[in-house]
């Protein structure tokens, strides 16, 4: 009885671990599968290059270079809103914050994670695009700058909690062995712990490039939406995140723009696919390097 | 009012049930079953399908109707592959999507339910509420990219389009502009109260929107010299009008014929008119 127990148990969790595995599988068949009739009827190049994106006119143009390049600007801008703030967040809080500090910040950024995406769209549509507008006099707020700066402060957490970890990881014999040798805290701070936790570090910034890149809603609401390449930070674009979501609604199924938005989100899995090993190379050295084992 | 609010919180709970418990079993979520009406389609006749659910059910105890969106692409494809027996939809259905529908043996019936006329919205503050459509159409495909070149103040022009599949956009693009292309670089929002809100916030915009979803925030223009207005939309003057469509497999039979012909009645078309738009009845007459 309890032998049959314990291999049922064995067979429960065994099925629950691999599910994920066949989810995966499952959405990687079905995105190939769905782009795949797009991809026989035009050059690859034209799509991926392609000037124009025209799904519903006669005849379609599906050139996706100006989403790609929009997903692009936006989540560099938001890597340069939320990596300094994220990583000073992280240092801050492990290296200089008091106790009490330490305790009301920490809850605070895991609300900050925790606001859905929508809350900041509408935060970002109503209250910072009229403020950018008014403040640059700027045709409009809704624009890749806009966008860049809420992003960045969504993926702030993410950045922050997981460079926390990254700090938190650096053994403190270093940092006690670097004030020894007479090192002050600036010293060691910038000289062992940041070098130390580097890997780490680099990890949690590709992680919020990740969360940037996928991220919708906030896009949709706040970017404006302009399928035309972007030619300054300040124009009004539309990642690719934003245009599956406003077109799927109405596309018939089984058109071209059906696939050709099912392409997008099989390009937009590749590019966080490369993220995320990227990710994960780094953040296997960082462990090794610090002696944590894998 | 009391006995049909509680048969309606009791189809409720019975459907969430049917949901939870015996999802598996598909015989549950046949919709002939409990005279479960689906109604999906376009946003723009959401309110309309809403409202004219709501009423309905207070009418018909035993009725059951629920309301979705997803645009009418989503709608005319639900009731292709039988998960609605009410498509709404603000264009009319496309030749592929006929094709379709009778390839998987589906007769689309088509009722014209309300009138919808598309206005023209600026901001408040810019004085070029009176264009035409040449002048739109010269806006929306670039030709035009400042308000002093029609005559208006110097300020950039910021172009508000919906995505390119939206129902608005099709009538839009038919509409008004002749098929032409927007401008690549236009603003392109999701929705009609987004529409309203953009328009409303930016000086130099220009936006176009479902007459009931115009608001006092925005400037509706004058198109050719005709007012956007309920009588010009339903007299067929305004040129930016267009019906808004039901479909059906087939004529509509039982709790679906009677659910269309309470829209279409006196009390349906009031529904209509307090949802912004215009009746499809007055019209015929």
């Not at chain 1, 890149?213 to 809603?217: A, D, F, I, R």
């Not at chain 1, 077109?247 to 596309?251: C, F, I, P, R, T």
């Not at chain 2, 309110?47 to 709501?54: N, R, S």
């Given at each position: 009885m309890?032998h049959f127990?314990?291999?049922?148990y064995?067979?429960i969790?065994?099925i629950?671990a691999?599910?994920s595995l066949l989810?995966l599988?499952?959405?990687?068949?079905t995105?190939f599968r769905?782009?795949?009739?797009?991809?026989v009827?035009?050059d690859f190049f034209?799509i991926?290059?392609?000037r124009f994106w025209y799904?519903t006119y006669d005849?379609p143009?599906?050139?996706m270079?100006p989403?790609?390049?929009?997903?692009?600007?936006?989540t560099?801008?938001?890597?340069a809103?939320?990596?300094p703030?994220?990583?000073?967040?992280a240092?801050?809080?492990h290296?200089l914050a008091?106790?009490?500090q330490?305790?009301?910040m920490?809850?605070v950024?895991?609300?900050?994670a925790g606001?859905p995406?929508?809350?900041?769209?509408f935060?970002g549509?109503?209250?910072v695009?009229?403020?950018?507008q008014?403040?640059?006099?700027?045709?409009t707020g809704?624009?890749a700058f806009?966008?860049?700066?809420?992003?960045?402060?969504?993926?702030?957490?993410?950045?922050?909690s997981?460079?926390?970890?990254a700090v938190?990881?650096?053994p403190?014999s270093f940092?006690?062995?670097?004030?020894a040798?007479?090192?002050?805290?600036?010293?060691?701070?910038?000289?062992?712990?940041?070098?130390?936790?580097?890997s780490?570090?680099?990890?949690a910034?590709i992680?919020g490039?990740?969360?940037a890149?996928?991220?919708?809603?906030t896009?949709?609401m706040?970017?404006?939406?302009a399928?035309?390449?972007?030619?300054s930070v300040?124009?009004?674009?539309?990642?690719?995140?934003?245009?599956?979501?406003a077109?799927?609604?109405?596309?018939v199924?089984?058109?071209?723009?059906?696939?050709?938005l099912?392409?997008?989100?099989l390009?937009?899995f590749?590019?966080?696919l490369?993220?995320?090993?990227f990710?994960e190379?780094?953040?296997?050295?960082?462990?090794l390097?610090?002696?944590?084992?894998? | 009012m009391?006995v049909?609010n509680?048969?309606?919180?009791m189809?409720?709970?019975r459907?969430?049930?049917?949901?939870?418990?015996?999802?598996?079993?598909?015989?549950?979520?046949?919709?002939?079953?409990?005279?479960?009406?689906t109604?999906?389609g376009?946003?723009?006749v959401l309110?309309?399908?809403?409202?004219?659910?709501?009423v309905?059910m207070?009418?018909?105890?035993?009725?059951d109707i629920s309301?979705?969106?997803?645009?009418s692409g989503?709608?005319i494809?639900?009731?292709i592959d039988g998960?609605?027996q009410?498509a709404?939809?603000s264009r009319?259905?496309k030749?592929e999507e006929?094709?379709?529908?009778k390839?998987?043996?589906?007769?689309?019936?088509?009722?014209?339910v309300?009138?919808?006329?598309?206005a023209?919205?600026?901001?408040p503050?810019?004085s070029?509420?009176?264009l035409?459509?040449?002048q739109?159409r010269?806006?929306?495909?670039g030709?035009?990219?400042n308000?002093k070149e029609?005559?208006?103040?110097?300020?950039?022009?910021?172009?508000i389009?919906?995505?390119t599949s939206?129902g608005t956009?099709?009538?839009f693009?038919?509409?008004a502009?002749?098929?032409?292309?927007?401008?690549p670089?236009?603003?392109?929002t999701a929705?009609n109260?987004v529409?309203n809100?953009?328009v409303?916030?930016t000086p130099g915009?220009?936006g176009?929107?479902?007459?009931?979803?115009?608001?006092d925030?925005?400037?509706a223009a004058?198109?050719?010299?005709?007012?956007?207005?309920?009588?010009?939309?339903r007299s067929?003057r305004?040129p930016l009008?267009?019906p808004?469509?039901i479909?059906?497999?087939g004529?509509?039979t039982g709790?679906v014929?009677r659910f269309?012909?309470f829209l279409?009645s006196?009390?349906g078309q009031?529904l209509?008119?307090?949802q912004?738009?215009?009746?499809?009845?007055e019209?015929s007459?």
């Open positions: 309890r127990k314990e291999t049922l064995k067979w969790f065994t629950l691999f599910a989810f599988v499952g959405i990687i068949l995105l769905e782009s795949y009739p797009l991809l009827r035009h034209d991926v290059f392609g799904p005849p143009e599906f050139g270079f989403l790609i390049a929009a997903s692009f600007v936006v560099f801008g938001a890597m809103v939320c990596v703030i994220g990583v000073g967040t240092l801050f809080l290296e008091s106790a009490p330490r305790a009301v920490k809850p950024i895991e609300i900050l606001i995406s929508i809350v900041y769209g935060f549509m109503i209250i695009a009229p403020f950018i008014n403040l640059l006099g700027i045709p809704l624009n806009t966008a860049s700066l809420v992003l960045g402060i969504m993926a702030t957490p993410t950045v922050a997981l460079a926390e970890d938190s990881f650096v403190s940092r006690e062995a670097s004030l040798l007479g090192a002050n805290q600036w010293q060691t701070l910038t000289r062992v712990v940041v070098p130390a936790a580097g780490g570090i680099s990890t910034i992680l490039i990740g969360r890149v996928g991220e919708t809603m896009v949709l706040v970017a404006g939406g399928a035309a390449i972007p030619g300040f124009d009004p674009v539309r990642p690719m995140t934003a245009t599956i979501a077109e799927m609604g109405e596309a199924m089984g058109s071209a723009h059906f696939h050709a099912f392409a997008i989100g390009i937009l590749l590019i966080t490369v993220v995320n090993i990710a190379i780094i953040s296997r050295r960082f462990r390097k610090l002696g944590l084992g894998r | 009391q049909p509680t048969a309606r919180l189809n409720i709970s459907r969430f049930l049917c949901l939870i418990v015996l999802l598996p079993a598909l015989s549950c979520s046949d919709p002939e079953a409990n005279n479960i009406i109604i999906k376009s946003t723009t309110p309309v399908a809403q409202i004219g659910a709501e309905f207070d009418r018909h105890p035993g009725a309301v979705q969106g997803g645009g989503v709608g494809a639900s009731l998960t609605t009410i709404t939809s009319k259905i030749k006929t094709a379709k529908a390839a998987a043996g589906v007769h689309p019936f088509e009722t014209i309300a009138m919808d006329g598309i023209v919205a600026v901001n503050s810019n070029m509420d009176r035409t459509t040449p739109i010269d806006i929306y495909t030709k035009v990219s308000w029609i005559g208006g103040d110097d300020r950039e022009i910021v172009v389009s919906r995505d939206s956009f099709e009538a693009e038919k509409l502009l002749d098929g032409q292309k927007v401008r670089d236009a603003l392109v929705s109260q529409v809100m953009t409303a916030q915009a220009i176009y929107l479902g007459y009931g979803y115009l608001s925030r925005v400037r004058s198109v050719d010299g005709v007012r956007c207005s309920e009588e010009t939309i067929g305004y009008a267009r808004l469509y479909y059906t497999n004529r509509p709790e014929e269309i012909d279409l006196e009390e009031r209509v008119k307090e912004g738009f215009i009746s499809a009845r019209r007459l």
